[in-house]
């Protein structure tokens, strides 16, 4: 009996598929009964293929079925029907203009950042973008315009017979994607293969996001390749498959035999920003070096598939090219960082205990956040001391006092003659101090002469609630305290220059030392080395909080580039971790 699954014929994105699905024995030598005039080119080409199957068995009942219904004129109108709507040929009214209208929406926002302050027609189109039912309402237009809507195909039969084995014939134009790689892994056309340990077939190992492989739908993970262009590729390695492609012109025919269960893996909408710099040619690890994604340390990765535990696949954020690439997953960039860690142990490092105690920097998840009228994100200076971050604080608050604050210090000392309480400190008893201390209340604290000192949380969050931009230069440790949903800080690093123009630049105005508390003379070589090697374990530790650097060479060319900073927190977008924007 014969039994055919489904024909789907498919000209989408420049790639031309096609896909039988039946049982092999009936998958056989089909003679063509001659050609009609404006025959679909597809349709002859899948004759054509299943004219040279002549290896299989069939009867002629079931060579005449399979004539009759390729030949038939509803398979053809309906054939011309498609192409009539994919070629544009019968109404624009089935085309949208586009298909990434959320990227548009985003960039959009990001302009009317710029321009809340021109009109409130900007400010009330901003706002409206940002709905949750006009966002779903985009997202659903691109799920359509990208033809979300396809049919799956069916799952084989239940009541065919056990011998019988699914057979899929699909067909892909030969691009330019990589056809090089490890010989566990070689990218066909957007995919990669490997020989499985068990069987020892040669099976789709991984189908990359973009790739052609991905946007015809048509080939999955776990198929196993029977044919490539007619050949055989039984016993053959993933290299031999790799020479047959590199030999090929033009299209190119896969004979699989379809995966048990395949997984309708949806693309991810995470975005990370990556804390390391990654070179895929230098990985002697990665499965396909030529499938690699290359980035830098601060890029922002949008990772559309997590479905491998080791590698990721990933595309830089605001990226054009469609084809994903490879990039090492967060499990085994840790593994390979506590493994470093412990090298380093070993050559006696002197941070490392420290850095033990530290959250292993790989991937943040991030999402957008956009600026918000009259609620300014507090903006944290963070460096060693001695760098210079008290006179750059000083500097942005006189540019307008009314607009940037710091907040009120509390101490457990007394207060003397000439002070006014809430003005220079907010003075408590020591005991209250200890008490708000533990309960967590101070974002940093310390003692001095055997007084205590410390800015509380709510200080900080009392100038936010103002309608001020709060400017902090606190200890590094206090970053775990500030860096939370609630507060949103900017943070920036004030990093020194290398210890010879640290010198230079200093020593040239008669800068005064910060070590000593009566300002009444300059750095020593000493307090020169602490200041670089303190910045050295700060970077070491809490590089990955940073959302910018500013190296403290020249003090008016870093004081510019800290107002601008300050400008550009209040009227662009900035990545921040994805649980700020919840």
Not at 133 to 153: E, I, N
Not at 337 to 353: F, L, M, P, V
Not at 362 to 390: D, F, M, Q, S
Request: aromatic share 8%; proline share 5%; glycine share 6%.
């Amino acid at each position: 009996m014969l039994v055919i699954n489904s024909i789907i014929i498919r000209e989408r994105e420049g790639i031309s598929t096609f896909y039988v699905s039946c049982s092999k024995k009936m998958t056989a030598e089909l003679m063509a009964n001659g050609t009609k005039e404006k025959w679909d080119p597809a349709l002859s080409r899948l004759l054509s293929s299943l004219q040279q199957a002549r290896e299989l068995p069939s009867t002629e009942e079931e060579l005449g079925f399979l004539s009759d219904l390729l030949q038939s004129k509803e398979l053809h109108a309906l054939v011309n029907v498609h192409n009539k709507i994919i070629s544009n040929g019968a109404s624009d009214k089935f085309f949208p203009m586009l298909s990434t209208s959320m990227h548009v929406m985003v960039d959009v926002l990001e302009v009317l950042a710029t321009k809340l302050h021109v009109s409130e027609e900007c400010k009330e189109l901003f706002y409206l973008l940002q709905k949750p039912h006009v966002q779903g309402l985009l997202y659903s237009h691109d799920a359509v315009a990208q033809k979300d809507y396809y049919p799956h195909l069916p799952e084989i039969p239940q009541e065919a017979d056990e011998d019988e084995e699914t057979i899929k014939i699909v067909q892909l134009v030969k691009s330019n994607e990589p056809l090089s790689g490890a010989q566990s892994a070689e990218p066909i056309v957007g995919a990669t293969i490997k020989t499985d340990e068990e069987t020892g077939k040669i099976v789709i190992a991984r189908v990359m996001h973009g790739g052609a492989a991905d946007r015809s739908g048509l080939i999955h993970v776990g198929d196993e390749v029977v044919e490539v262009n007619y050949i055989n590729v039984e016993g053959k390695t993933p290299n031999d498959v790799l020479n047959i492609l590199q030999n090929s012109e033009g299209t190119i025919t896969f004979k699989l035999v379809p995966a048990d269960s395949k997984l309708n893996i949806r693309e991810s909408k995470v975005r990370v920003r990556a804390h390391f710099d990654y070179k895929a040619a230098t990985d002697p690890y990665i499965p396909c070096k030529e499938a690699g994604l290359d980035f830098r340390k601060g890029d922002v990765l949008h990772i559309v598939s997590q479905d491998d535990a080791y590698w990721w696949q990933a595309r830089r954020e605001g990226d054009r090219n469609m084809r994903a690439g490879l990039i090492p997953s967060r499990a085994l960039q840790e593994r390979r960082i506590i493994h470093d860690r412990t090298q380093s142990a070993k050559d006696g490092d002197d941070e490392n205990d420290d850095f033990d105690r530290e959250q292993i920097a790989t991937y943040e998840e991030v999402a957008k956040l956009y600026p918000r009228p009259g609620i300014y994100r507090p903006i944290v200076l963070i460096g060693a001391p001695g760098v210079g971050r008290n006179e750059l604080k000083r500097r942005l608050i006189d540019t307008d006092p009314d607009k940037y604050r710091t907040p009120t210090p509390f101490t457990s000392r007394q207060m003397k003659p000439g002070e006014v309480n809430g003005k220079e400190y907010f003075f408590v008893s020591r005991e209250k101090m200890e008490e708000d201390i533990e309960a967590s209340k101070f974002i940093e604290y310390g003692e001095y002469k055997g007084n205590l000192y410390g800015t509380s949380a709510d200080s900080v969050k009392a100038i936010v609630n103002s309608g001020h931009v709060c400017i902090l230069n606190p200890h590094y440790q206090a970053l775990k305290m500030l860096r939370t949903p609630q507060l949103k800080p900017y943070i920036i690093y004030i990093k020194p220059p290398p210890l010879d123009k640290l010198k230079e630049t200093r020593n040239a105005v008669h800068a005064r030392s910060t070590f000593d508390v009566d300002n009444s003379r300059g750095f020593t070589e000493e307090e020169f080395n602490d200041i670089i090697k303190a910045a050295n374990r700060i970077e070491f530790l809490y590089d990955h909080f940073f959302d910018e650097v500013i190296v403290n060479d020249d003090l008016a060319v870093a004081f510019s580039q800290l107002l601008a900073a300050t400008n550009r927190v209040e009227s662009e977008p900035s990545w921040v971790p994805a649980s700020w924007v919840q």
